[in-house]
T-cell receptor, first 116, second 114 residues
Framework: EPEVTQTPSHQVTQMGQEVILRCVPISNHLYFYWYRQILGQKVEFLVSFYNNEISEKSEIFDDQFSVERPDGSNFTLKIRSTKLEDSAMYFC??????????????FGSGTQLSVL | AQSVTQPDIHITVSEGASLELRCNYSYGATPYLFWYVQSPGQGLQLLLKYFSGDTLVQGIKGFEAEFKRSQSSFNLRKPSVHWSDAAEYFCAVAEGGSQGNLIFGKGTKLSVKP
Protein backbone atom coordinates (compact mmCIF):
# COMPACT_ATOMS: atom_id res chain seq x y z
CA GLU A 1 0.00 0.00 0.00
CA PRO A 2 1.29 3.54 -0.72
CA GLU A 3 2.65 5.46 2.24
CA VAL A 4 2.86 8.97 3.57
CA THR A 5 6.42 9.61 4.71
CA GLN A 6 7.38 11.99 7.49
CA THR A 7 10.82 13.20 8.44
CA PRO A 8 12.39 13.39 10.91
CA SER A 9 10.81 10.84 13.19
CA HIS A 10 11.95 12.84 16.21
CA GLN A 11 12.85 16.52 16.33
CA VAL A 12 14.30 18.22 19.39
CA THR A 13 14.45 22.01 19.45
CA GLN A 14 14.98 24.87 21.83
CA MET A 15 12.07 27.08 22.80
CA GLY A 16 11.82 30.06 20.47
CA GLN A 17 13.46 28.28 17.55
CA GLU A 18 11.84 27.72 14.21
CA VAL A 19 11.13 24.16 13.20
CA ILE A 20 10.02 22.64 9.91
CA LEU A 21 8.34 19.26 9.81
CA ARG A 22 8.42 17.53 6.48
CA CYS A 23 5.97 15.20 4.81
CA VAL A 24 5.89 13.48 1.46
CA PRO A 25 2.25 12.69 0.69
CA ILE A 26 1.18 9.94 -1.65
CA SER A 27 2.09 11.08 -5.12
CA ASN A 28 -1.30 11.47 -6.80
CA HIS A 29 -3.10 12.86 -3.78
CA LEU A 30 -4.59 16.31 -3.82
CA TYR A 31 -5.61 16.98 -0.21
CA PHE A 32 -3.15 17.33 2.62
CA TYR A 33 -3.55 17.63 6.35
CA TRP A 34 -1.66 18.13 9.59
CA TYR A 35 -2.82 16.79 12.92
CA ARG A 36 -1.09 16.72 16.27
CA GLN A 37 -1.33 14.65 19.43
CA ILE A 38 -0.05 15.99 22.69
CA LEU A 39 0.98 13.18 25.00
CA GLY A 40 -2.04 11.70 26.73
CA GLN A 41 -4.49 13.83 24.78
CA LYS A 42 -6.61 13.51 21.68
CA VAL A 43 -5.40 13.72 18.13
CA GLU A 44 -6.31 17.25 17.02
CA PHE A 45 -6.88 18.67 13.57
CA LEU A 46 -4.61 21.55 12.63
CA VAL A 47 -5.07 22.35 8.97
CA SER A 48 -6.13 21.07 5.57
CA PHE A 49 -4.60 22.17 2.29
CA TYR A 50 -5.82 21.91 -1.27
CA ASN A 51 -4.91 23.57 -4.52
CA ASN A 52 -1.98 25.37 -2.94
CA GLU A 53 -3.98 27.04 -0.24
CA ILE A 54 -5.36 26.38 3.19
CA SER A 55 -8.93 25.11 2.97
CA GLU A 56 -9.65 24.74 6.65
CA LYS A 57 -7.81 25.35 9.90
CA SER A 58 -8.45 24.96 13.60
CA GLU A 59 -8.03 27.44 16.43
CA ILE A 60 -4.70 25.82 17.23
CA PHE A 61 -3.31 26.86 13.86
CA ASP A 62 -2.42 30.43 14.75
CA ASP A 63 0.06 32.84 13.19
CA GLN A 64 2.98 30.82 14.50
CA PHE A 65 2.07 28.01 12.13
CA SER A 66 2.32 27.89 8.37
CA VAL A 67 2.16 25.21 5.71
CA GLU A 68 3.69 25.01 2.31
CA ARG A 69 3.97 22.70 -0.64
CA PRO A 70 7.23 24.03 -1.97
CA ASP A 71 8.02 21.68 -4.80
CA GLY A 72 5.01 19.59 -5.71
CA SER A 73 6.06 16.62 -3.63
CA ASN A 74 6.79 17.84 -0.11
CA PHE A 75 4.25 19.28 2.30
CA THR A 76 5.74 21.12 5.24
CA LEU A 77 4.54 22.47 8.56
CA LYS A 78 6.55 25.35 9.97
CA ILE A 79 6.35 26.56 13.53
CA ARG A 80 7.96 29.96 13.63
CA SER A 81 8.86 30.29 17.29
CA THR A 82 8.29 27.09 19.20
CA LYS A 83 6.79 27.01 22.66
CA LEU A 84 6.97 24.28 25.25
CA GLU A 85 3.32 23.45 24.62
CA ASP A 86 4.07 22.71 20.96
CA SER A 87 5.68 19.47 22.07
CA ALA A 88 3.57 16.77 20.48
CA MET A 89 3.45 14.08 17.82
CA TYR A 90 2.62 15.70 14.50
CA PHE A 91 0.88 13.61 11.88
CA CYS A 92 0.69 14.40 8.21
CA UNK A 93 -2.11 12.89 6.13
CA UNK A 94 -3.14 12.94 2.51
CA UNK A 95 -6.17 11.99 0.51
CA UNK A 96 -6.91 11.59 -3.15
CA UNK A 97 -10.28 13.23 -3.33
CA UNK A 98 -10.68 14.52 0.21
CA UNK A 99 -12.57 13.23 3.23
CA UNK A 100 -15.65 15.16 2.09
CA UNK A 101 -15.76 12.89 -0.95
CA UNK A 102 -15.70 9.77 1.22
CA UNK A 103 -12.03 9.28 0.59
CA UNK A 104 -9.99 7.95 3.44
CA UNK A 105 -7.00 9.76 4.87
CA UNK A 106 -3.62 8.09 4.74
CA PHE A 107 -1.55 9.03 7.77
CA GLY A 108 2.20 9.14 8.16
CA SER A 109 3.92 7.63 11.18
CA GLY A 110 4.40 11.04 12.75
CA THR A 111 7.18 13.36 13.89
CA GLN A 112 7.68 13.60 17.62
CA LEU A 113 8.54 17.24 18.38
CA SER A 114 10.17 17.93 21.72
CA VAL A 115 10.60 21.58 22.67
CA LEU A 116 13.11 22.15 25.48
CA ALA B 1 -19.89 21.21 19.00
CA GLN B 2 -19.03 17.72 17.91
CA SER B 3 -17.28 15.50 20.38
CA VAL B 4 -16.22 11.90 20.70
CA THR B 5 -16.02 9.95 23.92
CA GLN B 6 -14.17 6.71 24.41
CA PRO B 7 -14.97 5.77 27.99
CA ASP B 8 -12.35 3.04 28.33
CA ILE B 9 -8.77 4.23 28.54
CA HIS B 10 -7.21 0.79 28.75
CA ILE B 11 -8.66 -2.66 28.10
CA THR B 12 -6.95 -6.02 28.49
CA VAL B 13 -8.36 -9.13 26.86
CA SER B 14 -7.09 -12.65 26.44
CA GLU B 15 -6.04 -13.83 23.02
CA GLY B 16 -9.00 -15.48 21.33
CA ALA B 17 -11.55 -13.60 23.39
CA SER B 18 -14.08 -11.23 21.88
CA LEU B 19 -13.58 -7.50 21.99
CA GLU B 20 -15.83 -4.47 22.07
CA LEU B 21 -14.46 -0.94 22.23
CA ARG B 22 -16.97 1.75 23.00
CA CYS B 23 -17.39 5.06 21.24
CA ASN B 24 -20.07 7.69 21.74
CA TYR B 25 -20.36 10.82 19.68
CA SER B 26 -22.16 14.08 19.93
CA TYR B 27 -23.30 15.55 16.64
CA GLY B 28 -26.59 16.92 15.43
CA ALA B 29 -26.82 15.46 11.96
CA THR B 30 -25.72 12.09 10.65
CA PRO B 31 -22.00 12.01 11.23
CA TYR B 32 -19.20 10.42 9.31
CA LEU B 33 -17.64 7.95 11.76
CA PHE B 34 -14.26 6.28 11.72
CA TRP B 35 -12.14 3.87 13.70
CA TYR B 36 -8.36 4.17 13.46
CA VAL B 37 -5.65 1.98 14.96
CA GLN B 38 -2.20 3.13 15.97
CA SER B 39 0.49 0.56 16.62
CA PRO B 40 3.65 1.69 18.43
CA GLY B 41 5.82 3.78 16.14
CA GLN B 42 3.25 3.67 13.38
CA GLY B 43 0.84 6.15 11.91
CA LEU B 44 -2.90 6.03 12.18
CA GLN B 45 -4.41 3.30 10.04
CA LEU B 46 -8.06 3.37 9.07
CA LEU B 47 -9.94 0.25 10.19
CA LEU B 48 -13.37 1.17 8.92
CA LYS B 49 -15.72 4.05 8.32
CA TYR B 50 -19.42 4.77 8.24
CA PHE B 51 -21.02 7.40 6.06
CA SER B 52 -24.49 6.07 5.34
CA GLY B 53 -26.41 2.91 4.52
CA ASP B 54 -25.99 -0.35 6.36
CA THR B 55 -25.33 0.40 10.01
CA LEU B 56 -23.05 -2.62 10.44
CA VAL B 57 -19.74 -1.84 8.81
CA GLN B 58 -17.03 -4.35 8.06
CA GLY B 59 -13.42 -3.29 8.20
CA ILE B 60 -9.94 -4.66 7.82
CA LYS B 61 -8.30 -7.20 10.13
CA GLY B 62 -11.65 -8.78 11.02
CA PHE B 63 -13.07 -5.70 12.76
CA GLU B 64 -16.62 -4.47 12.48
CA ALA B 65 -18.55 -1.58 13.98
CA GLU B 66 -22.20 -0.82 14.38
CA PHE B 67 -23.72 2.62 14.13
CA LYS B 68 -26.62 3.06 16.55
CA ARG B 69 -28.23 6.44 16.13
CA SER B 70 -30.53 6.01 19.13
CA GLN B 71 -27.52 5.51 21.39
CA SER B 72 -25.17 7.87 19.53
CA SER B 73 -22.69 5.02 19.50
CA PHE B 74 -20.28 3.44 17.07
CA ASN B 75 -18.73 0.54 18.94
CA LEU B 76 -15.90 -1.49 17.47
CA ARG B 77 -16.00 -5.27 17.74
CA LYS B 78 -13.91 -8.27 16.91
CA PRO B 79 -15.02 -11.84 17.65
CA SER B 80 -11.56 -13.23 18.37
CA VAL B 81 -8.60 -11.05 19.29
CA HIS B 82 -5.08 -11.81 18.12
CA TRP B 83 -1.90 -10.73 19.94
CA SER B 84 -1.07 -8.47 17.00
CA ASP B 85 -4.23 -6.45 17.72
CA ALA B 86 -2.52 -4.86 20.73
CA ALA B 87 -2.49 -1.16 19.87
CA GLU B 88 -4.30 2.06 20.54
CA TYR B 89 -7.69 2.53 18.93
CA PHE B 90 -9.22 5.86 18.10
CA CYS B 91 -12.79 6.67 17.22
CA ALA B 92 -13.30 9.82 15.15
CA VAL B 93 -16.15 11.85 13.74
CA ALA B 94 -16.13 14.22 10.79
CA GLU B 95 -18.68 16.84 10.03
CA GLY B 96 -20.40 16.05 6.76
CA GLY B 97 -18.63 17.94 4.01
CA SER B 98 -15.59 18.71 6.12
CA GLN B 99 -12.36 18.34 4.25
CA GLY B 100 -10.69 16.13 6.79
CA ASN B 101 -11.47 17.93 10.00
CA LEU B 102 -11.69 14.78 12.06
CA ILE B 103 -12.44 15.01 15.74
CA PHE B 104 -10.80 12.18 17.61
CA GLY B 105 -11.59 10.50 20.88
CA LYS B 106 -8.82 10.10 23.47
CA GLY B 107 -8.23 6.55 22.42
CA THR B 108 -8.44 3.13 24.04
CA LYS B 109 -5.28 1.18 24.58
CA LEU B 110 -5.76 -2.53 23.98
CA SER B 111 -3.48 -5.06 25.62
CA VAL B 112 -3.72 -8.73 24.71
CA LYS B 113 -2.59 -11.39 27.14
CA PRO B 114 -1.62 -14.88 26.03
Amino acid sequence: EPEVTQTPSHQVTQMGQEVILRCVPISNHLYFYWYRQILGQKVEFLVSFYNNEISEKSEIFDDQFSVERPDGSNFTLKIRSTKLEDSAMYFCASSGLGAHNNEKLFFGSGTQLSVL
Amino acid sequence: AQSVTQPDIHITVSEGASLELRCNYSYGATPYLFWYVQSPGQGLQLLLKYFSGDTLVQGIKGFEAEFKRSQSSFNLRKPSVHWSDAAEYFCAVAEGGSQGNLIFGKGTKLSVKP
